[in-house]
């Protein structure tokens, strides 16, 4: 399949070897290279600032702000989310993202056909499958992002306050009494519908949740050549409400390592640093 798409290829500078490879099409493989998960893998999607902001409280979807608007970084998250079953989110992030739709094409338009292409490639759905966390279930029903193949992970009670809610493509999955959620049962939740993929867009409180329960198998980084700063907002870190160190830590293996300009593209695996998961 070609593509007349005037963009500026993501240069790979190292790639580990021995890393599953899909069968990508052309157009994609000759924007980023090979890229392949094994058969189930839960992997994660964030970028940064120079001084390691992820995201800005209060600021309506400031991942784009921090990326700098990088065709890189979008280019790379909708191929992710290409390659994905399922993309999970907590409930800030749909309320900060009120326009989205976690989709390949939303992600990057210029690659839209590519993405499906892949899709196809790879026998999955034409889009992967929006699962929302929220444990007391007050989420916007009117989201653009529950209209299509959508399932919000919440409590019993939540359960009840969403019934008869939602759009008719979106579904409720009940994970037990609450108000807490473990994610450890919404992952479970989500490999009974058949999701071996599952790409955690965040935000940074649900990522360290998943991080503390041994769930990441990967993280892909995008860095930006930018400064946030601290100040009157509150600026949070890719990994919140979890404490990781002194004691148990979670190391980074690099896989790869892609740059676009000024903005670097890291893909870490994760494991634990007192012992496997």
Known sequence: MELSIDAKPVQSLY????????????????????????NRCIYANFVASLDGVTAIADELQSSHLLAGHSDGDRFVLGLLRACADAVLIGSNTLRDSPSTQWTASHAYPPFAAAYAELRRLRGSTPEPELAVLSGSGRIDTAHPGLREHAVVLTSDGGAARLEGSLPAAAEICTLGPGPQLDVVRAVAALRSRGHHLILCE???????????????????LTVSPLLAGRGVHERLSLVEGRELLPGRGVRGRLLSLHTQGSHLFLRYALADEVGAR
């Open 15 to 38: 790639e580990s070897e021995g890393l599953p490879a899909f069968a990508l099409p052309d157009a994609l493989s000759r924007q980023y290279g090979p890229l392949g998960f094994e």
């Open 202 to 220: 965040g935000g940074p409180t649900l990522f360290g949740q998943l991080v503390a329960a041994g769930l990441v198998d990967e993280l892909f």
